[in-house]
């Protein structure tokens, strides 16, 4: 497995299929087709450094307290948990776009990488993980006499 390809995510279809909104289609007009305004939650980019890969994780309204990141098995999990107030108001909603909940994103980044090799840093709602590269070190070999008789 090359390491470009050991980054890219696991397919969550399921969230995916949840953010559909069924509003979408109701609101659209003729002069102005339904656009998806649902935002696809913790947007990813993946830059390959000289040393390593940098993950910028976008999550809009989530707080650092609320983000986590679990290595196990040479996969990292980044999860984000936000919850909304509620206040009684009265009125009922027609639409209501702001998340709350969880969501989560997996990489595999390989089975040599250790918690203490990545690096993570929140900040303003984007999330930045440094993760290095870990390549093999040759063993240094060692010249063997052979005794002849």
């Known amino acids: 497995m090359t390491m470009m390809s050991m980054l890219v995510p696991r397919s969550n279809r399921f969230f995916n299929d949840l953010m559909t909104d069924p509003f979408d289609n109701f609101f659209g007009t003729m002069a102005a087709p339904s656009v998806k305004t649902t935002p ?9 450094t000289e040393n ?7 999550l809009p309204g989530f707080d650092k307290e609320g ?10 999990t980044v999860t984000a948990e936000t919850k909304q107030e509620t206040e009684d108001k009265k009125g009922t909603y027609v639409r209501q776009e702001r998340f709350s909940g969880k969501c989560s994103r997996t990489f595999y980044v390989g089975d040599d990488i250790e918690e203490g090799d990545i690096k993570a840093k929140f900040d303003n709602g984007t999330l930045q993980i ?5 390549i093999a070190k040759p063993e240094p070999e ?4 052979i005794s002849i008789d």
């Open 130 to 134: 440094d993760v290095p590269k870990k």
């Open 40 to 48: 696809n939650l913790m947007r990813t980019d993946i830059r390959e």
């Open 142 to 145: 060692t010249s063997r006499s």
């Open 52 to 58: 390593g890969f940098e993950l910028t994780i976008d």
């Open 67 to 76: 983000v986590q990141a679990e290595l196990k098995d040479g996969y990292l």
